[in-house]
């Protein structure tokens, strides 16, 4: 058990334009959902967390109208990267909780390159 | 000096031997403690969770948690070359919503 999904795996998009990135849990109902951002060599920087039908909460330095967060049910959350630019290029990774659990079971990530 | 320190390696081991790899923290509020392994451009898998002093054993991997030392340790005994990856470790606190505070992580190559 505990399966995480993400979708897309990679994305190419053009520079202005904005890209939805799906995180699923697939055999368990996540309360928290985490987004992470991971620079190459370097470990992961979280970005918000979201917990089912709250608003989210960013992390300090997070633009949250660049980076929109919608967590609408016990087993999906979406990062929409909103206008993007090529320094948003990145690897983006979503993790999820079950109810009363500490710990976070990652999904399999979406490289964004951003042209 | 940040909260979890990780030498971030590389490790490197030959197949069979016993990899150690291990994390120091600072604030002793940590609770609960974990591993993960990451491939390149793959999300971390979670191998081990821990909350208390002492040693937990799954299969070829054993934790090990020094509340007192605020150190805790990762075994991978018989480590073959599918055990090269990078490790994480990580650890939360109730209070902060179970955000976790990951080490940097180290690089691990198991060589055939």
């Known amino acids: 058990g505990a399966v995480v999904s993400q979708h897309p795996s990679r994305v190419i998009c053009k520079s202005g334009t904005s890209v939805k990135i799906e995180c699923r849990s697939l055999d368990f109902q996540a309360t928290t959902m985490f987004w992470y951002r991971q620079f190459p060599k370097q470990s992961l920087m979280l970005m918000a967390t979201s917990n089912e039908g709250s608003k989210a909460t960013y992390e300090q330095g997070v633009e949250k109208d660049k980076f929109l967060i919608n967590h609408a049910s016990l087993t999906l959350s979406t990062l929409t990267v909103t206008s993007a630019h090529p320094e948003d290029s990145s690897f983006y990774i979503c993790?999820?909780?079950?109810?009363?659990?500490?710990?976070?079971?990652f999904g399999p990530g979406t490289r964004l390159t951003v042209t | 000096q940040k909260e979890v320190e990780q030498d971030p390696g590389p490790l490197s081991v030959p197949e069979g031997a016993i990899v150690s790899l291990n994390c120091t923290y600072s604030n002793s509020a940590f609770q609960y403690f974990m591993w993960y392994r990451q491939y390149s451009r793959k999300g971390p898998e979670l191998l081990m969770y821990t909350y208390s002093s002492g040693n937990k054993e799954d299969g070829r991997f054993t934790a090990q948690v020094d509340k007192s030392s605020k150190y805790i340790s990762l075994f991978i005994r018989d480590s073959q070359p599918s055990d090269s990856a990078t490790y994480l470790c990580?650890?939360?606190?109730?209070?902060?919503?179970?955000?976790?505070?990951f080490g940097g992580g180290t690089r691990v190559l198991v060589k055939p």
């Open positions: 990580a650890m939360t606190l109730k209070a902060a919503g179970n955000k976790l505070t």
């Open positions: 993790s999820a909780s079950r109810q009363g659990a500490n710990e976070q079971y």
